[in-house]
């Protein structure tokens, strides 16, 4: 099978990481997505940006498949993944999932966190790399979970994702409530990772933050793609910008 190849803003030719095509998902009987289409190129990152409820979250899920049912395509490296069920598509070692809640572990310290399962693949983080991208975790590696701040214990979930060895990483709203010092960092070590490679979709609602690092925007309402924006067009696309995501 012959893979379609994206282009970066340099015109060089970019491998799709992932492919998804008219994803509709289900919680129960309520319809939330109707028939999501977006791309990524390996080594990119795009954002999903839309107001609260819009289906963010719910397609990041999808892609995990955490929700009750899914139909349409979801290609990773080219390789079908819509009717995996959830346990068989992250252990893998592919996609890192960081959901909006951290889940870490607040009854061990850092560094128990960072040993536990899933299993650490032959791609993963060594653990002082991992101390190396943040210092501020390096501090606390004795501390327990409960004792972090959000901060840190927003580090410690995406840490621990880097641990498994996973190249795709999806994140979801990993901002929300912090100091600016720490949104700060968080941007440095999403640029790093972009540099190793890593490729990313990023759920977010703090537009400043993410329009610094993402390819490319998706906007999402009501559970579908309704714009689609390159990193070279945000300035002139301002005005829909404001207007999709004003309260």
């Not at 598509?89 to 889940?103: H, M, N």
């Not at 977010?204 to 993410?210: D, I, S, T, V, W």
Request: charged letters at 25%; one cysteine or more.
């Amino acid at each position: 099978m012959t893979i379609a190849v994206l282009k970066t803003g340099a015109d060089a030719p970019v491998k799709p990481m992932l492919q998804i095509k008219d994803l509709h998902a289900w919680y129960g009987e309520s319809h939330i997505l109707h028939g999501i289409e977006m791309e990524l190129g390996e080594g990119q990152l795009i954002t999903l940006l839309g107001r609260n409820g819009a289906g963010r979250t719910t397609t990041l899920r999808a892609i995990m498949g955490m929700v009750d049912r899914r139909t349409g395509s979801i290609r990773i490296n080219d390789e079908e993944f819509i009717n995996k069920p959830a346990h068989r598509i992250s252990p893998d070692g592919r996609i890192g999932y960081c959901p909006e809640e951290r889940g870490i572990f607040g009854s061990l310290n850092v560094e128990e966190n960072l040993m536990l399962p899933p299993k650490v693949g032959a791609d993963g983080m060594p653990l002082e790399e991992i101390f190396s991208m943040f210092p501020n975790l390096a501090d606390v590696r004795k501390r327990m979970g409960t004792r972090l701040s959000g901060g840190e214990q927003q580090m410690l979930a995406i840490a621990r994702i880097l641990r498994t060895g996973a190249r795709l990483l999806l994140l979801d709203e990993i901002t929300e409530g912090l100091a600016p010092v720490i949104v700060k960092t968080l941007g440095t070590v999403i640029r790093d990772l972009k540099k190793r490679g890593y490729t990313i979709v990023l759920v977010e609602q703090n537009f400043r933050f993410a329009t610094t690092l993402a390819d490319r925007h998706y906007v999402i309402e009501h559970g579908k793609v309704i714009d689609r924006i390159e990193a070279a067009d945000v300035e002139s696309s301002m005005g829909r910008l404001n207007h999709y995501l004003s309260v």
